[in-house]
């Protein structure tokens, strides 16, 4: 593409996100909403689907077992398209949590067996590891470089290791905005013989993943941040390969073939499902997850690449104020390790997170650092206006 067609597809995409901002989320007009690592907004034809679910839930009589059974396949189909999966390997889940501990309970670990987590993982994807010591299961957390983010080079090394058997990372860690490579780590692990478990939650939304491309074995996501969806939504991905030869560490009682018929629920039949649902535990909340599809679906609509690259263009003006020697950005900016978060590092981080809460602009501040994480919906302007806050401390 030349630069002049670069630029008009830049506007044309800006153009087409201002658009819908204004109609998705006509309050950003009086906040600059830059916590989207933290909680998505929910769009307003998402508001709007929830409500009339909730009209029909009021009357549960309009609610058949066929339409509610129809929500959960939606549910797992768009979840699948998000990320290029069959929906046979798309189950059903509450929370990022829930995949990550269904992934720890049912992988083949072993007394003596090593799973891989680097240091400075968020919790939800270090604590099941560690609980696997009841198993004689050990974690080793693989320390961060100097800059604080994984150290892939040291996971390429420890992976070679025989008594490796896991290694469980974040695709973008919820701290530094570190993303992963994950064409690397996939290739490593599958050359090694180690399960490859992603926390997918601070990337999937903003960052395209395609795990036919990217083979991971399992991977899950709530959706409550940049899927922009209710909390209680989310979804875990399991290999096709993997879900026959993985039982679930616990029975939900829709996992099983002796539930298909509702008239006969008492026949008992132990046949887990073939495909992932046997790793879900129903009843889900069917509402949340009519808003999931609902905004996975917008999300697609205006296509995840392009949204990586709209924030990419969001983080122009906070790097090229920190090349001035304003701020320092601590993230990472190549494109194989960026993603829609940008730290940043000020003389008083704490000082510059007050002066930006009292210029309405709504960020987090983690591990020291001030966490931008802006979505299609932020602007040029909004970012430029960031900027100068901090460039003032
Ligand atoms: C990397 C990462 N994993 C998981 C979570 C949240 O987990 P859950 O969806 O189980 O609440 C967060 C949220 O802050 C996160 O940043």
């Known amino acids: 593409m030349n630069t002049h067609s670069t630029e008009s597809a830049s506007e044309v995409r800006r153009d087409q996100f201002r658009t819908v901002r204004g109609m998705e989320f ?6 600059t909403y830059l916590a ?46 998000l990320v290029n999966a069959e929906v046979e390997e798309i189950g059903l889940a509450t929370n990022t949590s829930y995949g990550l501990n269904a992934a720890a309970a049912a992988l083949p ?11 400075g993982e968020f919790p939800a994807n270090v604590y099941p590891w560690l609980m696997l010591a009841q198993r004689g299961v050990k974690v080793e957390l693989i320390p961060a470089t100097a800059q604080g983010w994984p150290d892939e080079a040291r996971i390429v090394d420890r992976v070679t290791d025989p008594a490796v058997r896991g290694l469980a990372i974040s695709l973008v860690q919820f701290a530094n905005g570190y993303r992963c490579d994950l064409n690397l780590l996939s290739d490593v692990c599958r050359a090694n013989g180690v399960f490859l478990v992603v926390d997918a939650i601070q990337g999937l939304g903003a960052v395209p993943l395609d795990v036919r491309e990217t083979p991971v074995d399992l991977l899950s996501c709530g959706a409550q941040k ?4 209710p909390w209680g939504s989310g979804f875990f991905y399991v290999r096709r390969e993997l879900i026959e030869q993985l039982t679930p560490g616990f029975a939900g009682w829709m996992a099983f073939a002796g539930t298909d018929d509702f008239s006969r629920l008492t026949a008992y039949d132990c046949t887990f499902h073939p495909d992932a649902r046997r790793f879900e535990m129903i009843t889900l909340p069917y509402q949340d997850l009519v808003g999931m599809v609902e905004s996975v679906g917008l999300l697609l609509e205006l296509e995840i690449d392009r949204i990586l690259q709209h924030v990419r263009e969001l983080r122009e003006p906070i790097e090229s104020r ?25 003389s008083d981080a704490a000082a510059s997170y007050r002066a930006l809460r009292e210029a309405d602009v709504v960020c987090s501040f983690r591990e020291g650092n001030i966490r931008l994480a802006p979505h299609f919906f932020n602007t040029v302007d909004e970012m ?3 900027a100068e806050i901090l460039a003032g401390r």
């Open 384 to 386: 430029d206006r960031v």
């Open 322 to 346: 920190s090349h001035a020697g304003a701020f320092q950005v601590v993230s990472p900016t190549d494109p194989t390790h960026d993603s829609a978060i940008t730290c940043v590092q000020t």
């Open 109 to 119: 670990f072993a007394p003596g067996d090593i799973i891989l987590v680097p240091d």
């Open 36 to 81: 989207n690592a933290s909680v998505g907004p929910i769009p307003a034809r998402t508001r709007s689907a929830l409500d009339r679910f909730q009209d029909a839930r009021d009357e549960p009589y309009r609610l058949s077992d066929r339409r509610l059974m129809g929500i959960l396949e939606l549910a797992r189909a768009t979840a699948a398209r």
């Open 26 to 31: 006509p309050w950003t007009s009086r906040t």
């Open 226 to 229: 940049w899927l922009l969806s």
